[in-house]
């Protein structure tokens, strides 16, 4: 880490330019250029101290006064400001730039756009940037959790700052070489040029440049390039990991190759936190061929083995007796009375005036990315080490040291690249039982759940319940009442923590839950619908939640899209143009008329054909969404078309915008019109990707179009991973009833039980 050899500062004042024109600099202190020759790290901490102030431009952007406009978001860069500039680059003597990634790497195309960054701002090319995922890194605090459509828009200025310090010490060097103002050189592709055609590469300059040399660098020099000089950022750029993955080359926690780590599975209770009581045949099973040990742990009774095959064969031979689990006895139709019961009560009288009520269930769904959990976990004496995929290893290592009676310092967690995640690796529940695993069997070992355990023991998005009442006169929507109630979510993996230390920033008071606390940072009506009201009550049940992709707006926007166009019907206006009479400010009507111009919003379709449209807006970005389906049967409806217009202010990857938009249409497909999960007696029934119905690629529309709107000036990253589900669940709620004739009440739409259920 840099820092760790040498540290020394370096002040600068000046002025510069960013993208919102001419910016005064104050006393701008870098820390740390890492004695290392003969490469050159840089770790910078950012911060003004100048006069001036409101003609600064802060690396990280600063919460909007507001309350009502204070989004999850920006709580989570507030927690993380203090530390977010100790980030660490390093350039080689081959002049290929290292950059070390505070945050996990799920699929979103994190790596790419930061690596976009720092070739930006090094004006180096882009091939020449390596993103590597930092460890677990407890100084960062709250800076290294990886959610809430929050990377983005929490690095792109510490980022940029990171790379611009990198090449003001290159220009420096060169400048002192040649005996030149730094002001006179410039730098292209990887190669400081001066006066009379002199050229250096990076390459060249990165042994002098790492020398103990401390001096200070002008806040010309080192300025972030203004947006409007961008050549990289904000063009579609395919992914750097894109070729690894096709091919396989990727590593991904159990590909890798740790020195003694053995293969291990775990037989699991048949209820949600069974308990194990006694292991019947243990003796029986160590005798299988390449078992090496049977250990029982608090979740299950784990087989290691020689191979995964020999290790899945004890499991499944084990013969357990079990103690009863959270929620034995409970099924889907007694949670949904639980819920039913505690939604929060209307407050406006249906009596007074017109109204349009509607009440809606959603099903428990699980993240089924294709990793299922995984961990490799090596645990000693007096060490540990973990390997796995996270996306909050701060608060993996802390409970990781705790449960093995370690000092956090001697637990080394390395992040590993995930195979999706949608929420899921927020939990760390495959490294904490690996490490369990690990020291009663006094061995390394190589955790992997099967497919049906991480669908029946992995976490899952909590069921829920909405009733919502709009009341309307004269063409106006005079108020909006929308109540939820929800199955507990888990937000004990790093967010919790970070709502808490910022607890007087968010716009609730009194003894206001984390959970609603997260809602009313999330959940906001674009719409201006008289006074609306958003509240949440939650069903405390002993379940394996978490946040899955757009955690409560996915139900909660989806569901109120869906009255959004039974309030048109009702007032004899068309969905597009109610809403966008409704809809706040230019840029939400920009998408919305982009996805009804480029969609033929309107055009006559055969029957059993319609169209629908959706509308969200969250973290700083809005999008619209308008497809086109087929229900001719209603029990195998299909999506044909989709046209999805979205706005993030700045985009970095439009390319990776696109992928975003369309993992997002994809999901919203699945769980609104077939893949849920069933609870039985304790248990989901669903096992299987066969039983879990997330939509398959025919499932998936041939025609799509995905509209990145341009920046305006000034602007900067909104979030963008969680945005693409809510209006896309409208919109195909909304073809559907059209379609069909019949309003969708509960969700997914179709979802029978077809197959037979794994054995418990």
Known sequence: MAGADAEADAEAGGTGTDGNGPREHGRRRFLTYLVAAPTLAVATSIGSESAAPSKARAAVPSPPAPADILDLGDVLILAGKPTSGLLVLKIDEEGTVHFRLPREEVGQGLTTAVAMLVAEELDTPLANVRVQLDDARPELLFNQLTGSSNSIRSLYGPVRHTAAAARARMVATAAREWDVRPEDLSVREGVVVGPGGRKASYASLTSAAAGERTEELSGELTATKPESDHSLVGVPTSRIDARAIVTGQQEYTLDLDVPGAKPAMVRRPPTLGGTVKSVRNEAQVRGMPGVLDVVAVETGVAVVAETFGQALDGKDALKVDWGRGTVDGLSDDGIRKKLRAATPPLVVPPVLTDHTDAEFDFAFVSHAPLESNSAVADVRGDRATIWSGL????????????????????????????????GRRLFFDAALEAARISKKSRRPVRLMWSRIDDMRHGRMRPATHHKIRATHSLGNVISFEHRVAAVET??????????????????????????????????????????????????????????????????????????????????????????????????????????????????????????????????????????????????????????????????????????????????????????????????????????????????????????????????????????????????????????TGTRPRSFPVNFDVDFDPFPR
């Open 391 to 422: 996306k909050s290893p701060i608060v993996a290592q802390q409970t990781i040291a705790a449960e093995l009676g370690l000092p956090q310092e001697k637990v080394t967690v390395h992040v590993v690249q995930g195979g999706g995640s949608f």
């Open 490 to 739: 888990d937000f004990r993996h790093g967010l919790g923590e970070i709502l808490t230390a910022n607890a007087s920033k968010l716009p609730v008071a009194g003894n206001a839950t984390l959970a609603q606390s997260l809602f009313l940072t999330t959940v906001k009506s674009p719409y201006n619908f008289g006074v609306t009201t958003q509240l949440l009550g939650e069903v405390p049940l002993r379940m394996p939640t978490a946040s899955w992709r757009s955690v409560y707006s996915a139900n909660t926007r989806g569901a109120e899209e869906i009255v959004v166009d039974e309030l048109a019907e009702k007032m004899d206006k068309d969905p597009v143009e109610f809403r966008r009479s409704f809809l706040k400010s230019a840029r939400q009507r920009a998408v919305l008329d982009k996805v009804a111009e480029d969609g033929e919003w309107g055009r006559k379709l055969p029957e059993g054909f319609a169209q629908g449209v959706g509308f969200h807006e969250e973290y700083k970005s809005r999008t619209a969404c308008l497809v086109e389906i087929d229900a001719r049967d209603p029990k195998e409806p299909r999506v044909t078309k989709a046209v999805i217009a979205v706005d993030v202010g700045r985009p970095v990857n439009p390319r990776g915008l696109e992928a975003q938009m369309l993992g997002g249409l994809t999901d919203a497909i699945s769980t609104t019109l077939r893949a849920g999960l069933h609870i039985e007696d304790g248990l989901p029934l669903e096992g299987s990707y066969s039983q879990f119905h997330y939509a398959r690629q025919n499932d998936s529309p041939r025609d799509v179009a995905v509209h990145v709107m341009p920046a305006e000036e000034g602007a900067e990253p909104g979030g963008a991973g969680e945005l693409g589900v809510p209006a896309a669940v409208g919109a195909i709620a909304n073809a559907y009833a059209r379609a």
